[in-house]
């Protein structure tokens, strides 16, 4: 699986909740929306490490002078969707709770798993269905709330050049006993350090 691309996940997210849904939806956060009929909003409600993050040290396959080394930081990361519907229809097959009981129902499809991987989710689990029935110009219209929680990771590479550079330094070639005598013994001086 690929790390999280959170470069793609507006669209990814949009895409993926109204394909499941059947329904418009978009960001809470965007511009005020008007939508005839039922739509849908997602707010990313929160986004948290699970551990600390790691420092990952592999070869370079093109290396130049300096940058011997690919130098990583990898952690994996808990992300909360908080998806809502409303609709004024307030048959139980057309309200709100219908909307996202089906989104709780398709997001283990196997068809929804690769569109999330290929954002760097995967489902960790969905859930409760919260009412949320408000009451607007007299009129009760159906709203609901669920939260969809994702798990993924990040990579970032360092591409800072001094991270790179490996000592080849050694201070001296020459060994003496303690007594200060030289010896015959010899330093292999073309061995990079670490």
């Known amino acids: 699986m690929p790390a999280i691309d ?16 059947g329904i418009p939806v978009f960001w809470s956060k965007q511009a005020n929306q008007v939508v005839d009929g039922p739509h849908g909003e997602l707010d990313l409600l929160s986004h948290s490490a699970n551990g600390v993050d790691h420092t990952i040290y592999s070869d370079d396959p093109a290396p130049v002078a300096g940058k011997e080394l690919i130098v990583s930081q990898v952690g994996n990361r808990h992300l909360t969707l908080n998806v809502q519907v409303q609709t004024w229809d307030q048959r139980l097959s057309k309200s709100a709770r219908m909307f996202l009981e089906r989104l709780r129902t398709r997001a283990r499809w196997p068809s929804s798993l690769m569109e999330l991987q290929a954002l760097g989710l995967a489902v ?32 970032e590479v360092d591409t800072t050049p001094e991270t790179y550079i490996q000592s080849t330094d050694v201070a001296s070639n020459e060994l003496t006993d303690v007594d200060g005598a030289a010896t015959d013994v010899q330093i292999d001086t073309t061995i990079t350090a670490p």
């Open 6 to 21: 959170f470069a793609a996940l507006d669209a990814g997210l949009d895409t993926w909740a109204t394909r499941l849904l």
């Open 124 to 155: 960790v689990r969905v859930g409760d269905l919260v009412i949320l029935d408000p009451l607007t110009d007299d009129h009760d219209y159906s709203r609901a709330s669920l939260d969809v929680f994702f798990s993924g990771y990040v990579l």
